[in-house]
């Protein structure tokens, strides 16, 4: 193979590799952390109704599940248990994975995103992590529901722009 040929490989194989990348991170499945690192994100694909359910400043990134659907999402400042310039958002989603699975799925994420897992408990009907980072706190309880899971999120910290 000629050095002309090698080259053209070379720059076409670049070529797609940005691309492939550029796309990724376009799509929104690579998001950076605030210290600048990067980590890959295979979240859920969310219809415009699930989107129109999450609060602005809910971390997107703890969605996570097959066929999700978002059944509600809220925000809360005044919570007795909040300190000045806290936010509680809890957002409950169904997804059709069963609950062990989605039970390990939350538990990988944690760990590989730099959470710290406070707490879990996992059976077959209802499961939770108690998980935190920096300034904030997540709990996530996981109920069995027919032929699925209900994931209620509940994320306590600062308030925060929008993603």
Excluded: C
């Excluded at 194989?13 to 605030?34: D, E, H, M």
């Excluded at 999450?54 to 400042?77: E, Y």
């Amino acid at each position: 193979m000629g050095t002309v040929r090698k080259q053209t490989l070379y720059y076409l194989v670049g070529s797609l590799i940005f691309i492939a990348a550029s796309a990724v991170a376009w799509f929104g499945y690579i998001k950076p952390q605030r210290d600048g690192r990067l980590y890959t994100f295979n979240g859920p694909i969310l219809s415009a109704e699930s989107k129109a359910k999450i609060p602005d400043g809910f971390l997107r990134t703890l969605i996570l599940g097959s066929a999700v659907t978002v059944v509600s999402g809220q925000q809360d400042t005044a919570s007795p248990h909040l300190t000045t310039g806290q936010i509680e958002f809890t957002v409950t989603i169904k997804t059709s994975d069963v609950i062990g699975d989605l039970f390990d799925t939350y538990r990988n994420y944690f760990t590989h995103a730099g959470w710290t897992i406070t707490s879990s408990h996992q059976t077959a009907q209802r499961s939770y992590l108690s998980v935190t980072r920096g300034a904030y706190n997540v709990i996530v309880v996981l109920t069995s529901d027919g032929g699925g899971t209900r994931a209620d999120i509940r994320q306590v910290g600062p308030a925060l722009v929008k993603h």
